[in-house]
């Protein structure tokens, strides 16, 4: 009975697989896309390798604080870095002391200890990155949790940062940039309010001498943005690390006192 009822399960299951592989394929042949997928969409991003990609992945550090160069010189006049303090900064090279420099730059609006009302003073490295006034049309996205918030992360980022470019002859009116958008075959609606940011070479001088192009300050501020929304990305692969090699002696562990406790029982 048993051995029926599994067979006639095995065979609903098949039926049922082989249903939605016909329905499917049917309905490719007949309804087939009408337009591109990047037309509607976007293309997919371009591959941005960084030295935290994968199990073993560390920041590169340079890296980092030239990312910060170019969204403190560009980005940060438009978006924020709400979820990040000052003094994070030291965890990518700054030292205490340029923490401060660069926190006291900004205009922090905050209470005042001795009368309670609310004062405009300098940043302090507690203090998290000055919220951005923007004076333009829209909202532009805070940046903190970019990389995490967008299909592609890092990639996504550099690919628009360098995706500018003038409309194809071939799209569609519906899809061409209307006044005050710009067309960008990486973003998901193709046009965009944000004109290009990086414009041309040497728009952000680099402290340790690196070639400031448009490409290299694209993939620095995607590293950094990284950063900013996986901090702890390092000690979590430190971490993941550690707890496999447990494992792998736990479990070795068991099968050598399985072996040892049954291997007699197991003869009988």
Known sequence: MIRIFSILVGAFFSLAL?????????????????????????????????????????????????????????????????????????????????????????????????????????????????????????????????????????????????GYQNPPADLPKENRPGEGLHYNPYFPNLNLAMAPPLTGEGQVTYSDGTKATVDQMAQDVAAFLVWTAEPELEQRHQTGLWWLGFLLFATVLAYLSYRNIWAEKKGH
Not at 139 to 151: F, G, M
Request: aromatic share 10%.
């Open 18 to 162: 082989l249903l939605a592989f016909g329905t499917g394929a049917y309905n490719q042949l007949t309804d087939p896309p009408a337009k591109p997928a990047e037309k509607i969409f976007g293309k997919h991003p371009k591959h941005l390798a960084l030295a935290s990609d994968g199990w073993f992945g560390k920041f590169d550090r340079q890296q980092l604080q030239r990312g910060y160069a170019v969204y403190a010189n560009v980005c940060a006049s438009c978006h924020s870095l709400k979820h990040v303090a000052y003094r994070d900064l030291e965890k990518i090279g700054y030292n205490e002391a340029e923490v401060k420099a660069i926190a006291a730059k900004a205009t922090i609006n905050a209470k005042d200890p001795l009368t309670g009302e609310m004062k405009d003073r300098p940043g302090r490295p507690a203090d998290k990155f000055a919220p951005v006034v923007y004076a333009g049309l829209g909202v532009p996205p805070d940046l903190s949790l970019i990389t995490k918030a967008r299909h592609g992360g890092a990639s996504y980022v550099y690919s628009l940062l360098t």
